[in-house]
């Protein structure tokens, strides 16, 4: 018998079967095959999986056990009983089917009496078994009576007539499976030679048509013939030409008296002299013929069948100029290109890549590739044309090789036949040694740069902190001494206000201009050292940004002037403006300062202001126009220094501080301030402020 039980029988299904059976009577079942190995099984007790089989002399008895009650089956007993030797019974039976012992049915695990505590006591001491847990073990194992065992045995007799039943009708049913997959085979083979006769049935009946459309086509041969028919004495005289073949005789339409011209009859000497046909392509006028003569010896003329072959002609000479183009263009590219079939060899190679191998094109032809480039007798892990033969894909990579002497950028394209399957792939290889190289050079070149960028950010860093250091101490020192002076100032106003109002009697008319002077000098240096207290607080008295209406700034700002403008007969035209964030208060400041400088600097003119602004993307810009004087805009970075005038104290008041301080404002919020102007035609201050301070 060809087959073993575990193909004869379903073998998830009775193993379920000796589960139930373990459960129900609590001793456990298996089957074995002939050479011991375990084919179903249920669970064993713990006594055996627990002790028993986890140490080597003992599971040594277990097997010895096995192979004592295997040997009583394999001598013909239909039924064996043992007592293994760790103290256990155990019972088998054959399983034989159609008279062939396949396997052996298992029950065991089981007592026929109460145990023998000394010997399962000694047993524990002498293979070390945990004896508490090993007897506890031996607790669950079942004493089976006489009445029992006698159940058991016509169980363990019915298990294999039932599995030996089973295994019969399964192989009766694998042996007619068998049989009918047989006579499906004969019937596919027999339908396929049915489908070859038919298939050379239809080409049969294909070859017929063809034959009676030849046949039709010669009952109108040669006179409706396209192409040239002739038939020549052995003479050089025609017998016969239909029309096609006029162009052949020089235009003239042949009879039988006609001479043939000398290129014909040169061809029928040479067809007379060999005695067999021949083939040759002449070119008459701008068209070629292909002329086939046959001669017919018994009759002394010879037949000439000619055929058009001037497009076909001229579309062999598009090809083989095309396929020259594309070897000179193949040899020229700088690129090593290969084409390369599946089993990595050189099908074709350019001369650059046989250059850089050190061989001819010829010579590269039917080497592989990892041989002449890697000098390996196996492809690397990394070859793209492996990959590419694998998934069809493109791939691309960059390896040096030192073979061809260099870094290349490795291109790998699949090749196809009209089915889809790849045949091979394009292997294009392009030397950037010298790309690399410029590349390391920038690298260094950058890590260079970024080393000299750290250490200028460094000294940079530094000079910012002492920068700020430095202007943190102008700003204590401004504010402290626009602070500090403000006391002696008021105390020489106040004496010289006294002096005036006490004294005026007794100071000649000289020393009171010189008191006037000292007063107008005191309130000049007072005024100076507030605008310096001011342009000190611009970054010293900070207020947090927050959303600010600049329609609202503007108006606070404009009415300090509203009663100046009023005696002026003057105008403030304020449009609608954006909300963006920044600090009011000086918001508020620098328009007031605006404001102040086109209302000083105002023309005879009423004066005339506007104040509007644009949106520019993240930005909002503010336009303050006036009609006033105006300034040459050569002056335009001056008038943003701190102290600088255009005009003299006695033209126009001041100190020099106001537009000092819009513009230090305004890049406090990250902003710029400029001016459009020209004299006598007005001023245009433009503030450009972020609508949203970064974080």
């Known amino acids: 018998m060809q087959y073993k039980l575990a193909d004869l029988i379903d073998t998830e299904k009775t193993e379920k079967l000796l589960g139930s059976f373990r459960d129900a009577i609590g001793i456990p079942a298996a089957i074995f095959d002939l050479e011991g190995r375990v084919i179903i099984k249920s669970r064993w007790h713990k006594i055996c999986s627990d002790f028993h089989i986890e140490k080597e002399k003992t599971c040594r008895k277990c097997i010895e056990s096995n192979t004592t009650l295997a040997n009583e089956l394999m001598e013909g007993n239909p039924f064996a009983l043992y007592r293994c030797l760790n103290g256990l019974k155990h019972a088998a039976a054959p399983i034989v089917i159609e008279g062939e012992h396949l396997a052996n049915a298992f029950i065991g695990q089981f007592l026929t009496e109460k145990p023998d505590l000394d010997f399962f006591s000694r047993q524990a001491d002498e293979y070390v078994f945990d004896k508490s847990e090993y007897l506890r073990a031996l607790s669950k194992v079942p004493v089976v009576t006489r009445d029992v065992q006698s159940f058991l045995l016509s169980f363990l007799t019915s298990l294999t007539e039932m599995l030996a039943?089973?295994?019969?009708?399964?192989?009766?049913?694998?042996?007619?499976?068998?049989?009918?997959?047989?006579?499906?085979?004969?019937?596919?083979?027999?339908?396929?030679?049915?489908?070859?006769s038919e298939e050379e049935l239809r080409v049969q009946n294909e070859e017929l048509i063809s034959s009676r459309e030849q046949i039709e086509i010669l009952a109108r041969f040669p006179s409706e013939n396209p192409n040239p028919v002739m038939r020549m004495a052995g003479d050089g005289r025609v017998l016969y030409a239909n029309e096609a073949a006029a162009c052949l005789l020089a235009g003239s339409k042949a009879d039988r008296s006609d001479m043939a011209p000398q290129f014909l009859r040169n061809m029928v000497t040479e067809a007379f002299s060999t005695g067999s046909s021949a083939k040759l392509d002449i070119q008459v006028h701008d068209r070629i013929f292909s002329l086939t003569v046959a001669p017919v010896l018994d009759y002394d003329y010879v037949n000439i069948y000619g055929q058009d072959i001037t497009d076909r002609k001229h579309m062999e000479e598009e090809l083989l100029r095309a396929k020259q183009e594309w070897e000179r263009t193949f040899d020229s590219?700088?690129?090593?290109?290969?084409?390369?079939?599946?089993?990595?060899?050189?099908?074709?190679?350019?001369?650059?890549m046989a250059r850089r191998l050190g061989l001819t094109p010829e010579q590269c032809t039917g080497r592989r590739c990892y041989e002449c480039v890697h000098d390996s007798l196996h492809p690397p892990d990394f070859c793209p044309h492996g990959r590419t033969l694998m998934d069809g894909q493109e791939y691309t990579a960059e390896m040096y090789e030192p073979r061809l002497g260099g870094d290349f950028l490795v291109t790998t394209t699949p090749l196809r036949d009209e089915q889809g399957n790849i045949v091979g792939t394009v292997h294009v290889?392009?030397?950037?040694t010298e790309r690399k190289r410029i590349e390391e050079e920038l690298r260094r070149s950058r890590d260079q740069l970024e080393t000299r960028v750290r250490e200028r950010t460094a000294d940079l860093a530094k000079a910012v902190t002492r920068l700020e250091l430095i202007n943190q101490e102008l700003q204590e020192f401004a504010f402290v001494a626009s602070h500090d002076l403000q006391e002696p100032l008021r105390k020489i106003q106040s004496f010289c206000d006294l002096v005036v109002r006490s004294n005026r009697e007794n100071v000649d008319e000289k020393g009171q201009d010189y008191l006037l002077r000292?007063?107008?000098?005191?309130?000049?240096?007072?005024?100076?050292?507030?605008?310096?207290?001011?342009y000190s607080r611009v970054t010293t008295q900070l207020e947090p940004f927050r959303e600010t209406d600049l329609k609202l700034v503007v108006t606070e700002a404009a009415e300090v002037f509203e009663l100046k403008l009023r005696e002026e007969n003057g105008k403030i035209q304020i449009a609608d403006m954006l909300v963006i964030e920044a600090d009011y208060s000086q918001m508020v400041r620098l328009f007031q300062n605006l404001i102040s400088n086109a209302v000083k600097y105002r023309s005879r003119q009423k004066p005339m202001i506007k104040i509007y602004s644009h949106r520019d993307k993240h930005f909002c810009r503010i336009f303050v126009e006036d009609n006033g004087i105006g300034f040459d805009e050569k002056y335009l970075d001056r008038i943003f220094s701190p102290f600088q005038r255009l005009h003299g104290r006695n033209e126009y008041p001041g100190t020099g501080m106001g537009l000092a301080i819009c513009r230090k404002i305004v890049e406090r919020h990250g902003g710029s301030i400029t001016a459009n102007s020209a004299p006598e035609h007005g001023s245009t201050f433009i503030v450009t402020l972020p609508i949203k301070q970064k974080p």
């Open 429 to 432: 290889a392009r030397d950037i």
């Open 165 to 196: 039943s089973l295994g019969i009708k399964h192989l009766r049913q694998m042996e007619t499976e068998k049989q009918l997959k047989k006579a499906r085979d004969k019937l596919q083979i027999q339908n396929e030679e049915l489908s070859a």
């Open 518 to 534: 000292m007063q107008k000098a005191a309130r000049r240096m007072q005024q100076l050292l507030k605008d310096l207290l001011s």
């Open 333 to 352: 590219v700088p690129d090593l290109i290969a084409i390369m079939d599946p089993l990595h060899r050189i099908v074709r190679a350019n001369k650059e």
